[in-house]
């Protein structure tokens, strides 16, 4: 299987400032078609999770490009360039290179 | 609106069955994969299973294979998990969803299964 970890797995952010989660692969995610098979969710309290980055840095429809998504094989960042309020939540990463598909452990932003 | 709506989840004895259902509306549900993701209480996202779009190959996760089987009815728009043999370990929030771009684009809201005994 592999294996995705993410860090940090808590991110206390001040409102305006910038933030950034790091997840890591065990093995390279770069498909043979030049496509990283790295997404990123954001799963607010209470709600199911929502798609921000596809391909590893491709922002999905209606995501603010305050969020942007960065890296290849296997070490990848998400940015947010300013937190806004609305941003708190569990971060993850997915791979879907092989199967069993695999997250990573989320990561809490929380604002300070 | 794209909307994927989950239900039949609820309460069951260990070594029980559940079958759980997504209705797809507002996308052509006949041209996507689509998967189950599940969520234990306070634990990270698990995927599942997934489906190709005209349900002739399956894919799941080992732990899963042989008692869960995902399948589906493209001419109701309707995604299915069969669960059996069902564990405590099986408590979890489960949730469908559509693949798109070696991603789950989509989500539903999901429906808690409760295994308890």
């Known amino acids: 299987d592999i294996v995705v970890t993410q860090s940090p797995l808590s991110l206390p952010v001040t409102p305006g400032e910038p933030a950034s989660i790091s997840c890591r692969s065990g093995?390279?995610?770069?498909?043979?078609?030049?496509?990283?098979?790295l997404g990123w969710y954001l799963q607010k309290p209470g709600q199911s999770p929502q798609l921000l980055i596809y391909?590893?840095?491709n922002r999905a429809s209606g995501v603010p490009d305050r969020f942007s998504g960065s890296g290849s094989g296997t070490d990848f960042t998400l940015k947010i360039s300013r937190v806004e309020a609305e941003d708190v939540g569990v971060y993850y990463c997915m791979q879907a290179l092989q199967n069993p598909i695999t997250f990573g452990q989320g990561t809490r932003l929380e604002i300070k | 609106e794209v909307q994927l709506v989950e239900s039949g989840g609820g309460l069951v004895q260990p070594g029980g069955s559940l079958r759980l259902s997504c209705a797809a509306s507002g996308f052509t549900f006949s041209s996507h994969w689509m998967g189950w993701v599940r969520q234990a209480p306070g634990m990270r996202l698990e995927w599942v299973a997934n489906?190709?779009?005209?349900?002739?190959?399956?894919f799941y996760v080992d732990s899963m294979r042989g008692r869960f089987t995902i399948s589906r009815d493209n001419a109701r728009n309707l995604l299915y998990l069969q669960m059996n043999s069902l564990r405590a370990e099986d408590t979890a929030v489960y949730y469908c969803?559509?693949?798109?771009?070696?991603?789950?684009?989509?989500w539903g809201r999901g429906t808690m299964v409760t295994v308890f005994s």
């Open positions: 391909f590893g840095s």
């Open positions: 093995q390279s995610l770069l498909q043979s078609n030049g496509y990283n098979h």
């Open positions: 969803a559509r693949a798109h771009n070696a991603v789950f684009d989509i």
């Open positions: 489906i190709v779009q005209d349900g002739s190959e399956k």
